[in-house]
């Protein structure tokens, strides 16, 4: 679930309008992508950060393999809402 930013009610992630208001919300998916990937991002981040701090080698390279595949996955993911080619 996301907020439309012109109505600001709790809608889904699928689809192209806003049940509720009729506005496009490609660009609330995108943000929402954005934030979520950001969110992530910073929970890998400090999993790698421990496993650094605790020198544990397979612990951080667990993390960079999570972060570079959820990254690629992002990206594939605002590409297909954008449609970019």
């Given amino acids: 679930?996301?907020?439309?930013?012109?109505?600001?009610?709790?809608i889904p992630f699928a689809?192209?309008?806003?049940?509720?208001?009729?506005?496009?919300?490609?660009?609330?998916?995108?943000l929402h992508l954005v934030v979520m990937?950001?969110?992530?991002?910073?929970?890998?981040?400090?999993f790698a950060l421990v496993g650094f701090?605790?020198?544990?080698p397979c612990l951080a390279v667990l993390a960079a393999l999570a972060a570079v595949f959820f990254g690629t996955i992002l990206?594939?993911?605002?590409?297909?809402?954008?449609k970019w080619p």
């Fill in 1 to 10: 679930m996301m907020k439309c930013s012109h109505c600001g009610m709790e």
């Fill in 15 to 30: 689809g192209k309008v806003c049940p509720f208001c009729g506005v496009d919300k490609t660009n609330d998916q995108k």
């Fill in 75 to 82: 990206a594939l993911a605002v590409c297909t809402i954008a």
């Fill in 37 to 46: 990937g950001t969110a992530f991002s910073t929970f890998i981040f400090t």
């Fill in 53 to 56: 701090l605790t020198q544990n």
